[in-house]
């Protein structure tokens, strides 16, 4: 019964909301998935080229694509090209059969759950792999951008003044640079790859819109009574503005927060496509999408397909999470 | 000849799957041709869902009308009449002016285009006609120059014009039925005088009838012919207005009217509502005497107390408001000085000077010998404790996201009262016993509380600090007139207790002269006169004084 707080309140409100609370299920599960990930549960074999090159999903059968592409690697056979066989073939085949501790063609699977890339890693588990890397980008990026926002913006907004116009002027020259412009200027500055990298590009260029909304807010509850009141019995400027307005415009961070969330990791996509995301060593959804571009043409569609199914399902269970909880958590009680 | 009857209306709220609330149970009345029958009861009574309900106006969504329920206007049956057909009755023969006129009027368009709207709509005028109409109307309810006023936007109109302006669209087609929503509530005292005028006059002008809906009875008293009074939905009594103050038959109507601060007598303690409903009359009480003898050591004294805020105009030029100019007055030790004044007098940025919460332009407060405004932050700290403030709003004045212990305890965490968070909340529980609460109420949230619970909170949270001088901001203003009993009981209990000082700021005159021993009279930023209360209502030296009590409304009574 003494469960009366405002947050329980919210939670009463959201648990109403089926599908927010089904997508929050997803969500759970997605983030259930990355810890079982990060633990090494689950697919910390991804790098073992367990199938045959572009072994097809099971549920097409090992024939399906098979003849095309044995075509299209006879083709490329650069020992076919000029009628000379490669002479240092053999040896590159012993050298690839010592590191692997297997031989390259020897118990390969033809069928993969989800088919096979290039390589023939399982394109599965590089999945649930890419989950780890994307999601923990998108949480990390996210959190950074959103702490820089609310700190910058209850600054601007508490202080006003020079303060404000400062971080003011900070925000108008972020914001007069195109977005991809100026990712791709700070990861040419950086030009560092790797996991770290984008989350400081992502999490240093996107903290903008976060810091307007906060800003806002700090505006409207600064001269609210309560803060007055906070005053009046002698509360320092600090205390005011973590302790008095922060819980009361912490709504409005949550939800920009996740949805952030969303943004960075389509924003990751995006540079690892563009070639300034993660590294060669680590797979993200990103750089499967940036893989599937050319197996396309060769018609093998399933890492596309794999990498985009598991993004749009977290997407989507996201922004509907987001969504329900905006509903919940307006702060309209009276 | 009834011109509205109400017949056995109930309404419910549908608030989730599983509650109800029933606004109204069955409740009965008349209205008659040409006369006026005012609703008067207090927040929660189901007078506003009333009148919603006559003008079809309920939400659709979770608000659902009783079976039984008939409202038949002129004979007809408006729960039943099609949409379109209300449509045409709302607006041209019934009407309805809100509380609010800053957002009632759309603030986009002009005051000319939203008055003839109306008439376009209604009376299918255009083009000069239409103008010339709107003209009319503007001038009818005592706009001057109205034929340039047709052209600005609600802004740039006073409260009271936009009022006049709101009332200029109800009565654009002449209807027979006006309904007033607490029309006169969000305005001054000397505003709300000129608004009853016109509504008496236009009332009378064009033989309208008029539904009056308001909590106060004092206004009733001024212009009902026949008054119902509800509570918790029902009717607890309806009698023509000249019975009902003469003689209320109903224990309900007496505390009501009890429960004002009467203007000729001052009594201890003031009657509340439970004094009557359990025996049935209040109980009689020894006087209390009020002033200064001109003795009592000084607590506080402001001299030339002045504070400007300055907007920006174009590129370079700036603005400056005064918003108080020179106040200089003294508050005696255990004495109260009451402040009055309309909006824009000044009386709250004085508190907040006083306060500290806003930077003095000039003057200096002289606090124990020592000038309060000269002194930075930290030295302020001590006094800081000593000198206290509870506002208006009790809604927006308590944190929402804080525990009434976190509230109650963090004053005392800051000043370093109390040796651990056991015995702050040991004293917390003990202050809230003293203003009247449950100790359980410690772990809930400021929105599980009415207002005037929440206004004891406030008062409690203040007290937490042990003041010498408690500043109270409109603290009884927004509360229902038998809520702002108790508080005035409340108050003057704590003040014979510790012995505090106040300065007491309203709007409301009769609080005022019950609460006050000294009354500060301002008028735009300048104090225009102080003096005690009995010699200030008697004779009242001022001319400003002298309107503000003529406008207080009861001549009736």
Same mark, same amino acid.
């Given at each position: ?56 999903? #099971? ?256 997407? #989507? ?18 | ?115 003839? *709207? ?85 009332? *009378? ?237 410690? *772990? ?84 225009? *006169? ?28």
């Amino acid at each position: 019964m003494r469960e009366s707080s405002v947050w329980a309140l919210a939670w009463r409100r959201f648990r109403r909301d089926r599908l927010g609370f089904f997508s929050l299920i997803v969500v759970l599960a997605y983030v259930a998935l990355v810890l079982a990930v990060a633990a090494g549960w689950l697919a910390r074999d991804w790098q073992q080229e367990t199938g045959v090159s572009f072994a097809p999903p #099971t549920f097409l059968g090992a024939e399906a694509g098979a003849s095309e592409s044995i075509k299209i690697l006879e083709a490329a056979q650069p020992a076919s090209d000029y009628g000379i066989p490669d002479p240092l073939g053999p040896d590159l085949a012993e050298i690839a059969k010592v590191l692997t501790g297997a031989s390259p063609n020897e118990a390969r699977a033809l069928t993969l759950p989800l088919g096979a890339d290039k390589w023939g890693r399982d394109v599965l588990k590089k999945a649930v792999k890419g989950t780890e890397t994307s999601l923990f980008i998108g949480l990390a990026a996210a959190a950074v951008a959103t702490f820089l926002g609310t700190l910058f913006g209850a600054l601007a907004g508490y202080r006003g003044g020079r303060v404000d116009d400062s971080f003011n002027w900070l925000y108008s020259v972020l914001t007069s640079i195109p977005y991809l412009l100026l990712v791709l200027a700070v990861a040419a500055v950086i030009n560092q790859k790797g996991v770290l990298t984008v989350i400081l590009i992502l999490g240093l260029t996107g903290w903008t819109g976060i810091f307007r909304l906060v800003r806002a807010e700090y505006m409207k509850h600064k001269v609210r009574e309560y803060v007055l009141a906070a005053d009046a019995i002698g509360a320092s400027n600090a205390r005011r503005m973590f302790v008095h307005i922060l819980p009361n415009v912490s709504h409005v961070v949550l939800v920009q927060l996740s949805l952030h969330v969303v943004l960075f990791i389509k924003s990751e996509v995006i540079l690892t496509f563009l070639g300034f995301g993660v590294g060669v060593d680590t797979v993200s959804w990103g750089s499967m999408l940036a893989e599937a571009g050319s197996e396309l043409l060769l018609g093998k569609w399933w890492q596309l397909t794999a990498a985009t199914v598991f993004m749009a399902l977290l997407v #989507t269970a996201f922004s509907l999470f987001t969504d329900a909880m905006r509903d919940a958590l307006d702060p309209r009680l009276k | 000849m009834n011109l509205l009857e109400v017949r056995d209306l109930s309404i419910r709220f549908r608030i989730d799957e599983s509650t109800t609330l029933d606004a109204v149970k069955g409740i009965s009345f008349d209205v008659p041709v040409r006369s006026t029958v005012a609703l008067v009861g207090e927040s929660g009574s189901g007078k506003s869902v009333t009148a919603l309900s006559v003008m079809g106006l309920l939400p659709p969504e979770n608000a659902s009308v009783g079976p039984a329920s008939r409202i038949l206007y002129r004979g007809r049956d408006l729960l039943t009449v099609g949409r379109s057909e209300m449509q045409k009755l709302r607006g041209a023969e019934i009407a309805m002016i809100f509380q609010e006129p800053m957002s009632s009027l759309n603030p986009v368009f002009t005051v000319g285009f939203q008055i003839g *709207e109306v008439l376009r709509k209604h009376l299918g005028l255009s083009g000069r006609a239409l103008r010339e109409r709107a003209i009319e109307l503007l001038n009818e309810v005592g706009i001057p120059e109205p034929r340039q006023r047709l052209d600005v936007y609600p802004h740039q109109l006073s409260g009271g014009q936009q009022q006049r302006v709101m009332i200029a669209m109800a009565i654009a087609c002449e209807p027979k039925l006006l309904i007033a929503d607490e029309p006169t509530t969000a305005l001054d005292v000397t505003v709300q005088r000129q608004i009853m005028d016109l509504l008496a006059g236009l009332q *009378e002008r064009h033989e309208m009838a008029m539904l009056f809906i308001t909590h106060d009875l004092a206004l009733v008293s001024e212009i009902a012919d026949h008054v119902v009074v509800m509570r918790d939905g029902e009717i607890r009594e309806q009698a023509p207005s000249s019975q009902l103050f003469r003689d209320p038959r109903d224990a309900y109507t007496r505390a009501l009217l009890a429960c004002r601060p009467p203007r000729d007598r001052r009594p201890r303690r003031l009657p509340v509502i439970d004094d009557f409903m359990k025996e049935g009359r209040g109980p009689t009480m020894e006087q209390r005497s009020r002033g200064l003898r001109g003795d009592e050591p000084a607590l506080l004294e402001a001299r030339g107390l002045a504070k400007s805020f300055y907007f920006r105009e174009g590129f370079f030029r700036q603005r400056e408001l005064k918003a108080v100019k020179g106040a200089s007055f003294r508050i005696a030790k255990g004495k109260t000085l009451g402040v009055v004044g309309e909006s824009g007098s000044g009386k709250t940025t004085v508190a907040l000077l006083v306060a500290r919460l806003h930077q003095a332009s000039a003057g200096e407060v002289r606090f124990e010998g020592r000038d309060l405004l000269a002194i930075d932050a930290r030295e302020a700290m001590p006094y800081k404790r000593r000198i206290q403030i509870v506002f208006q709003n009790p809604y927006a004045s308590l944190n929402p996201r804080f525990t009434v212990a976190q509230i109650l305890t963090e004053p005392m965490l800051i000043h370093g009262i109390g040796a651990d968070d056991g015995e702050r909340r040991a004293m917390a529980g003990e202050l809230l016993r003293k203003v009247g609460l449950a100790p359980e109420s410690l *772990e809930k949230y400021p929105h599980e509380f009415s207002g005037g619970q929440r206004q004891r909170i406030a008062i409690a949270r203040a007290l937490t600090l042990r003041p010498e001088l408690l500043i109270c901001d409109e603290s009884v203003s927004a509360l229902d007139v038998s809520v702002q009993a108790q508080l005035l009981n409340l108050l003057q209990d704590l003040q014979d207790e510790y012995a505090m000082s106040y300065l007491f700021i309203s709007h409301d005159l009769a609080v005022v002269r019950y609460m006050a021993d000294e009354v500060m009279v301002m008028k735009d930023g300048e104090v225009v *006169e102080i003096a005690g209360p009995d010699e200030l209502y008697a004779n009242p030296k001022h001319p400003y004084t002298r309107l503000l009590l003529s406008s207080i409304p009861g001549r009736v009574q």
